[in-house]
């Protein structure tokens, strides 16, 4: 991992990605280029240990690397694959 300046990894999630993160409050979205993983929301309260809250799956042939979260509305950019 890359190393910025002040900058120290408190915790590691092994996942697809290669999208967006957004992390609001206690949790972190987690976008995904590849089907079948789409969305994947994580509960970072304890940054060494994250948690794996819940999974929202693509269709092949899809991909959902845009999220955007606020006021408690989570918007998925799908999109199919060029």
Same mark, same amino acid.
């Given at each position: 991992?890359?190393? !910025?300046? !002040?900058m120290r990894e408190v915790g590691? #999630?092994?996942?697809?990605?290669g999208g967006q993160i957004v992390v609001k !409050?206690?949790?972190?979205? #987690?976008g995904n280029m590849s089907a079948p993983d789409g969305t994947?929301?994580?509960d970072v309260r304890d940054p060494?240990?994250?948690k794996e809250l819940a999974r929202l799956g693509? #269709?092949? !042939?899809?991909?959902s690397h845009k999220v955007r979260v /606020?006021?408690?509305l989570m918007v998925i950019n799908r /999109?199919?694959?060029?």
């Open positions: 991992m890359a190393q !910025g300046k !002040g590691y #999630i092994d996942c697809a990605g !409050g206690s949790f972190a979205y #987690i994947v929301i994580y060494k240990h994250p693509m #269709i092949t !042939g899809t991909h /606020e006021n408690d /999109e199919v694959n060029p």
